[in-house]
């Protein structure tokens, strides 16, 4: 209705949390990690990916019967199959101590963290013993943030790794300071298929508007686009670039291919002074 691009995707965290991309900025989970089996291994699989999260989840500092306090000691609650809602799919309840120490081990660094609720008699059980954390953590396993972000042309993530693009793409790119002059370098690749009925492929660019020279590519495999430009201002640059010719559409896939970009390891665009 509001024209969201976001995608909904099915994936068992518990036993396989195989993520539809392996790079995330910011991470929402409210009222998950009280459902996993496997908390720890859900948090340090998004700690890998994504570089900031905000959760909430119960906590617990006494046991259902109120006689014995773990608040302040790394101990989690597993409820019994009806004992919480009467939901068998609930497990872990976590003291505000245990959540602290998962989170560290699993690879965050807990920035911002406040609890609601009566902390200090919650139980794991009752409704009236119900108390809930919020926190904010940064992950020490992500990658760096990206310096460059995807605008036209892309088609989806393929096997958490690479995109084909359509015949013209563009992209923006982050210069940290002015450079004079700035040479542009894309990493790319041309696969078999491609020449299938074309000898030789012509890659176009523009940055910021200006055009490059182009660059003519008559083998598959990988290549390198390798242009200079006389200066560039600080910020973000706008890099267009244009295939001569595309494979595509066709009835098995409906897609306009043009060349393959991988996107784990190095980053595969880059601006220097070189």
Sequence with gaps: ALGSA???HAVDLDTRPQLPSFTYGFTVMLGVLYHLK???LVLEALARASRYIFLSTRIASVSPDGKTSFGALPLAYLVDERELNNDESNFWIFSEKALERVLRRSGWDVMHYSAVGPVATADPVTPEGDARAFLLAKSRLAAPPCD??????WHRMELDSWR????????EVDSPAALA???LEFTFQLPPVLFATHPHFTLFARVNGTALPPQTYAAP???KYSGSIASLPAGPITVEFELDRAVGPTEADRRELGLIVEFKGP???SLSSA
């Design 267 to 269: 980053s595969p665009v």
């Design 164 to 171: 084909w693009t359509e015949r013209c793409f563009v992209l």
């Design 6 to 8: 976001i995608r909904i």
């Design 148 to 153: 460059f972000r995807l605008l036209q042309g």
């Design 38 to 40: 496997n908390p720890f």
């Design 221 to 223: 495999g990988q290549h």
């Design 181 to 183: 002059p700035a040479t």
